[in-house]
């Protein structure tokens, strides 16, 4: 996969991970208030981070955004997009958090959202987005509506722990020319 992409926002740069941000991302997701939204909500180590850095780097579907506020050059958050079918031109939109506690609750959750699924769908001619989320993740779920997601569905894992109920969200791109669906 290229992990040169780069996406501007207003007020956003949504440039690839690097291992210099393993780090740091690696702080922002053992903060409760975020880990708790994972599928997967145990505490990760360095060492499995790097691991899954590694694999990640070799995928050819797999693209991890990292937020960074324009003015200050400040990174705040995630976001990805995975799971991309280059014949379906379909994707899965996730990973997505404001890890700074000082950049929460201004907007810049909806601006990552927006900014990744508009690159899948322009740039990378995805015809949808689907993503998956927590029916208790309610901020989740209105700043994904906001972005133009819709409900498809509820359903609820088959494994051995009891995440409660996730919903299916899509977002569908709008046809190009006439007679496209």
Not at 85 to 113: C, H, P, W
Not at 127 to 147: M, P, Q, S
């Amino acid at each position: 996969m290229d992990h040169s992409y780069r996406v501007l926002t207003s007020r956003l740069l949504l440039r690839p991970l690097t291992e210099h941000d393993l780090e740091i991302v690696l702080r922002w997701r053992r903060h409760d208030h975020i880990r708790k939204w994972f599928p997967d909500d145990l505490t990760i180590e360095p060492k499995q981070q790097l691991t899954w850095y590694e694999r990640y780097r070799q995928r050819e579907d797999d693209m991890m955004f990292v937020a960074v506020v324009l003015n200050e050059n400040k990174p705040i958050g995630a976001g990805s997009l995975y799971r991309i079918n280059k014949l379906s031109r379909t994707a899965e939109f996730g990973r997505v958090f404001i890890g700074e506690a000082d950049a929460q609750g201004m907007g810049y959750g909806e601006e990552i959202v927006r900014g990744i699924t508009d690159f899948g769908i322009e740039m990378l001619s995805l015809r949808w987005v689907e993503l998956f989320v927590k029916i208790t993740n309610t901020n989740a779920i209105r700043t994904y509506t906001n972005c133009g997601y819709v409900h498809d569905r509820k359903y609820r894992p088959s494994n051995t722990r009891d995440l409660g109920s996730i919903v299916r969200m899509i977002r569908t791109a709008p046809p190009r020319w006439k007679g496209e669906r």
